[in-house]
């Protein structure tokens, strides 16, 4: 059987569409998000026809990027309360459609999803990751790709070079580079992305960039030279765990079909 895993980043999913809801924070706004989000996950099989699938969220616990930065992710807004009491709604109708989930203490929904599509790509399967989190972007390869739901779009080689200037096996020091503001990671101040491309086109590696930032030019390599550690910190919190032993096995999120 040739596999096809679709790996749902579940809270990426929510909480874009609990945004897009009118109305205050509150019961009927939930309602509205559960039922939306279920049948934007109906939609998302359809579309994909995946063999496998599972929705992915976040341990509740703080993770070790909070240990080793304890900035990171600072300043995100928290989940509204009425919605953190309803994620269990969410996972029973997600899988009343036939998807389960999994959360795993103190692991990032990334992390988790990075080992699961890193598994089935290593078996000759193909993971579909459906996010807007442009950190995925560092997984993409032939067996694997980052689908944006909302615009219909598959984030792939092509696209990662047209929007970021980059290969996939690059993106990662591109944020590390450029920092990731979503998560409060930091990057070298004075370089954007575009830079961070350029540099990355000529020199390959943050390693590399790095190792010669004294010879380059102007604010760009002042800034790498003096904020290297920052860098190497940066790079060390965007970069994906994808070795992860999660105790599962993949016949459990074996999909065959919509129950409801």
């Known amino acids: 059987m040739n596999i096809r895993f ?8 929510i909480r874009r569409v609990y945004a897009a809801q009118p109305g205050d924070d509150g019961t009927a706004r939930v309602d509205d998000s559960l039922k939306t989000s279920t049948d934007s996950l109906r939609r998302a099989l359809r579309e994909c026809v995946p063999t496998h699938a599972v929705c992915v969220f976040d341990g509740h616990e703080r993770s070790w990027r909070h240990d080793r930065y304890p900035a990171y992710k600072e300043g995100r807004s928290p989940m509204p309360e009425a919605l953190h009491a309803g994620m269990d709604r969410f996972k029973e109708a997600f899988s009343r459609i036939g998807v389960s989930s999994i959360h795993l203490p103190a ?5 988790i999803i990075a080992t699961l599509a890193r598994k089935v790509a290593q078996r000759g399967g193909s993971a579909v990751i459906l ?5 995925l972007l560092q997984l993409v390869s032939d067996l694997i790709v980052v689908r944006d739901h909302y615009q219909r779009l598959n984030l792939d080689r092509v696209y990662i070079r047209e929007k970021l200037g980059v290969r996939p ?3 990662a020091d591109l944020f590390a580079l450029a920092g990731y503001p979503t998560n409060n990671i930091p990057g070298v101040p004075h370089v954007g992305i575009k830079t961070a491309a350029s540099l990355l086109g000529e020199l390959e590696t943050l390693d590399t960039i790095l190792a010669v930032a004294h010879t380059i030019k ?7 030279y003096r904020h290297a550690d920052q860098a190497r910190l940066s790079q060390a919190l965007v970069r994906l765990n994808d070795t992860l032993e999660l105790g599962s096995n993949l016949r459990s999120f074996r999909y065959t079909g919509q129950s409801e």
């Open 107 to 111: 692991l990032e929904a990334d992390d």
């Open 169 to 171: 096996d690059q993106v």
């Open 218 to 224: 102007g604010k760009p390599g002042e800034m790498l």
């Open 6 to 13: 679709l790996l749902i980043d579940a809270l990426n999913l």
């Open 131 to 135: 996010s807007t989190d442009r950190l």
